[in-house]
């Protein structure tokens, strides 16, 4: 029916990661074109939503991308964070060696709350590269250990983040 049809074409984005790489700020960049120097905990709601069209396939999809309130600090989001998640963005900063190292605990809590879904190696801040605490090999050698697409991107520029959303987005739609 028509209405399992809109259905199946929500889809619900975790992005996880310690605190402080800019997942709040990626997503309402993403979702409203926003960014603010401010740390803040949280965007205040569950989830921004915005339509992406995935160019190679020629459809649309509704993105729900769900922000932590904080709870990345102590890995103790609740069930309901993940429950029906069919993509996921792992997120480290260029500055934060610890977010870097986090990244396989992350995947791996992931995966025990959604199973194997789509997801996406993100490594944001890449206008701080001067202060890089991670070299782009390392990174590149998770990626591939991992087997997840790797970003660069600089949320704070607007720059490829919407591609980080678009192939997360192209992968759902052509899963099995
Ligand atoms: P979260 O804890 O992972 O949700 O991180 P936030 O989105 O709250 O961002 C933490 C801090 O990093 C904030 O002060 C942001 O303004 C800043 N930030 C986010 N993205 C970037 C970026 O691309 N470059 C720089 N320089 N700062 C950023
Ligand atoms: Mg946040």
Known sequence: TMQEEDFER????????NGCVGK????RQFCKGQYSNEYKKTIGVDFLEKHQFVKALEEEVKLMLWDTA???????????????????VLAFST?????????????HKVEEECGSIPMV???????????????????EA????????????????????????EYLAEMYLQRD
């Open 24 to 27: 709040t700020s990626m997503i």
């Open 142 to 165: 998770l990626a591939s250990e991992l087997g997840l697409r790797f970003y660069r991107i600089c949320v704070k520029q607007n720059l490829y983040v919407t591609d980080v959303f």
């Open 10 to 17: 929500e889809v619900k984005v975790v992005v996880v990661g």
């Open 95 to 107: 500055t934060d060696r610890a977010s870097f190292d986090a990244v396989p605990v992350w995947k």
């Open 121 to 139: 190696l993100v490594q944001n801040k890449v206008d701080l590269l001067e202060d890089a605490a991670v070299s782009r090999q390392e990174a």
């Open 70 to 88: 904080g709870q990345e600090q102590f890995h103790s989001m609740t069930r309901a964070y993940y429950r029906g998640a069919k993509a996921a």
